[in-house]
């Protein structure tokens, strides 16, 4: 037996959670086929590995890197998400998906695609088959699985503005362009909650939504419609039941009711008052888990997450949220309360810092928080920020810091990154321009070298998190594990070298110690050296 490279002498880490063991591993026309002590096997390329840990190639179980995909230069874009060792990213979360395309919500992908990259997209498909059918055509750089948008399919039936609920023919065309996209090979449903038009829809619009899900055996994930103690969303006392676990039960008794299983998105407690809710977030989760539900949840390893500006304005203003900011009356009014909310929740505007305004007069700002910002604009904080949100087409992308922890106090970020049912994600939004977010080049390697020597898991643990838990969630059996017949979708990895070094402040730097990266067979990071010109990913359709 020949094959085409082996990697030997390494410490291999088969993605299961198994202790590493020393392994060489044979790959052969895009898959692994031969695994152990395969000294006597010729082969075409040999890579020396000695000293180096072999794992399986990263998957960012939430991402919005298919934004990226139908521009040429995606390959060169994208090159922080291969440095750190991913190979599949699972995209379309948070209820924005690039399909299906109506002529109702057109515009509305158009401008979320702004948000996405700073750029529009020029889609020449309306159909979630046309979408995936175009990336098998002009290539990818990694591999990249779908999810069907909620939010972009109800924009695309009932506008993205509309407040009311769904009637029966409109919810039977948003069920009939969700099945089309499913049968395309969408692995699963998103719903983001916190965005219109997610957030104006109720427990019998959802549950018929996650009906969907579980009918054809796929994930149904959801951005919740609250992640902070108190939100704007619900008018019930926090006192009572804070608003982040009331939106968590809701979604929890949806998929209780419909059997569908779920898949939590960044799973995050946004602003200080609410870092103390994380347990009995956890014991809920625990809870609907041993009742039999299918649930688990997914996180990054950062006290801050990239989001729209517009994020912070309660539902009934969004449909005339540019008047409301263009009127000093309203802003007035905003401002009292806006001043309340923030402070039970333990978080202000001081904690927003500026990713990329995404209008002209506002660009001179990025990479600030927005008080800096303000000041050196001379404008008060309010108005600079409803200004940049209005002049943006609320498409300023920003981040929000105090999540899950802050400083020195990461308790409830770490209770969460260690849990069993938790897998690792990225959430960013990577761009050609602007200031970055740092989970972009640094996420995979921070939970391995930061995470693991702060004690909490194992380098096996961490690697399963990234790996074979996330294609276990996805169904996925070749992939996320080193094993004969798998794909070859590999990272070598020099543990000693091993360090994430982007920063808040510098959020645009790779990391160190992710030596090689092979995509389905192809080494697409040689050493060092990557090639953005390779389509080497697949679409995954499931």
């Known amino acids: 037996m020949e094959c085409e490279i082996k990697l030997f002498g390494g410490e291999m880490i088969d993605g299961t959670g198994a202790v590493s063991r020393r392994a060489d591993v044979a790959i052969n026309d895009g898959e692994i086929v031969a695994v152990g002590d395969l000294a006597d096997l010729e082969a075409e390329k040999t890579l020396d590995c000695t000293g180096k840990t072999v794992a399986p190639g990263f998957i960012d179980i939430h991402s919005h890197g298919d934004w990226l995909l139908p521009f040429r230069n995606h390959g060169e874009i994208m090159e922080p998400f291969i440095r750190q060792g991913m190979t599949s990213i699972v995209a379309g979360n948070c209820g924005f998906s690039p399909a299906p395309v109506t002529e109702l919500n057109r515009e509305v992908l158009l401008e979320n695609s702004r948000l996405m990259l700073d750029d529009y997209a020029r889609p020449d498909w309306t159909t979630m088959e046309g979408f995936l059918g175009s990336l098998d055509r002009n290539g990818v750089a990694l591999n990249v699985a779908e999810l069907v948008g909620h939010g972009i399919v109800r924009a695309g039936v009932t506008g993205l503005l509309n407040m009311d609920a769904p009637n029966a023919e409109e919810l039977s065309l948003m069920e009939r362009l969700i099945k089309e996209s499913l049968d395309a090979g969408c692995v699963g449903i998103s719903t983001g909650l916190g965005y219109a038009p997610g957030i104006f829809a109720q427990e019998e619009e959802l549950k018929a939504v996650a009906a969907w899900a579980a009918d054809s055996g796929k994930l149904f994930t959801s951005h919740l419609k609250a992640y902070s103690w108190a939100s704007g969303v619900y008018e019930s006392d926090p006192v009572e039941q804070p608003h982040n676990i009331k939106a968590l039960e809701e979604v929890l008794d949806v998929c209780l009711a419909t059997g569908a299983r779920l898949q939590l998105s960044h799973l995050i407690f946004v602003g200080s008052n609410t870092w103390p809710t994380y347990s009995g977030v956890l014991e809920r989760i625990e809870k609907a888990h041993a009742s039999g539900l299918d649930v688990a949840f997914d996180a990054f390893p950062y ?195 091993l360090s994430d070094t982007a920063t808040f402040e510098k959020p645009d730097t790779f990391p160190t110690g992710i030596e090689h990266v092979f995509i389905n067979g192809w080494h697409v990071l040689n050493a060092g050296r990557y090639d953005g010109s390779l389509r080497a990913g697949q679409v995954l359709r499931g």
């Open 303 to 497: 006290t801050a997450g990239n989001t729209t500006a517009a994020v912070l304005f309660p539902a009934p203003m969004l449909p005339r949220l540019e008047e409301i900011l263009a009127s000093p009356e309203e802003m007035s009014g905003l401002r009292a309360f806006a001043d309340l909310a923030f402070e039970q929740i333990g978080f202000t505007l001081d904690d927003i810092q500026i990713m990329n305004a995404n209008a002209g007069n506002f660009d001179r700002y990025n990479g600030m928080f927005v008080d800096v910002a303000a000041r050196e604009a001379g404008m008060d904080i309010w108005d600079f920020y409803g200004r940049m949100v209005i002049e943006s087409k609320r498409n300023a992308r920003v981040l929000l810091h105090k999540y899950s922890g802050g400083g020195e106090d990461e308790e409830a970020l770490r209770a969460v990154l260690a849990h069993p049912l938790c897998t690792i994600e990225t959430d960013t939004l990577l761009s050609a321009r602007g200031s970055q977010n740092p989970a972009s080049y640094g996420t995979f390697p921070r939970a391995m070298s930061t995470y693991v020597e702060r004690g909490l898991f194992s380098f096996e643990e961490a690697v399963h998190k990234m790996t074979g838990a996330s294609a276990e969630r996805l169904g996925w059996k070749d992939r996320g594990v080193i094993r004969e017949g798998t794909m070859a979708d590999i990272a070598v990895i020099d543990r000693v070298a």
